[in-house]
């Protein structure tokens, strides 16, 4: 988390949060990605 533009300590917890659905959103399409290419090939 390079800058934090959210103030105050809720700002700080938004974003740690925001990052985290963001790696789970990157792994989920990881999978789904794998699927689709078996599924296709």
Known sequence: MLENYLNGEKGVQI???MAGAA???K???EKLKEKMLWLFF
Do not use: G, L, S, Y
Request: charged share 10%.
């Open 27 to 29: 792994k989920m399409m």
């Open 15 to 17: 974003n740690a949060w």
């Open 23 to 25: 790696w789970n959103f």
